[in-house]
């Protein structure tokens, strides 16, 4: 990966970074044996990226913002694919998966003791050529977190809440595509 930062002045900066990553395929995919539902594939490749990411955003003492940009492309995707036979087998598909998308950030110290965040990204994740959204990859996420820290004190607390969009992603055994998702996971710590 190569990164850069830039302070435009005091308060706003840029950043921006390129770079590529490489997956191996992991055991179970090279090897599983489950009579009912997958097989591995000796043969897998491993997957690989190029990704770029450009933000720009603020801070000063009370609070920080950030939008960024991403797009990321992906080479020999490791799927299961449902072959004759409804047999699941581990398998690189020969799309490439491309995903972009944005983040919007902000973090606010509210009191010496209270600070929050809110933060929503947005994805677009599709393989070359399709127009549906990957399997298991959400179009939305936005997430708000509340914590209360006093220095004076030895404990604290915090809520948060994320919220997931929907999401579609294949069912075992090629029983075709199963729509789940937007749900809210609340943390109360």
Known sequence: NVSGDLAINDYFYTRGQVGTAFRLPD???LFVVDP???QGNPNLKGEE???YEAAFGGRNEKAWWEVTLFYRKIEDVIQIIT???GIDTFDNNGTPLETQGAEITATMQFTDAISGSVDWTH??????????QASNIPEDIAKVFVD???ETLPFGAGVSATWVGDLAGNAPSGLGVVDYGDYVLLDVN
């Open 27 to 29: 055991a179970y995919g």
């Open 36 to 38: 009912c539902c997958e």
């Open 49 to 51: 990226s190029t990704n």
């Open 83 to 85: 072959g004759p036979g």
């Open 123 to 132: 994805t677009e994740s599709e393989f070359e050529g399709g127009g549906a």
């Open 148 to 150: 209360w820290a006093p």
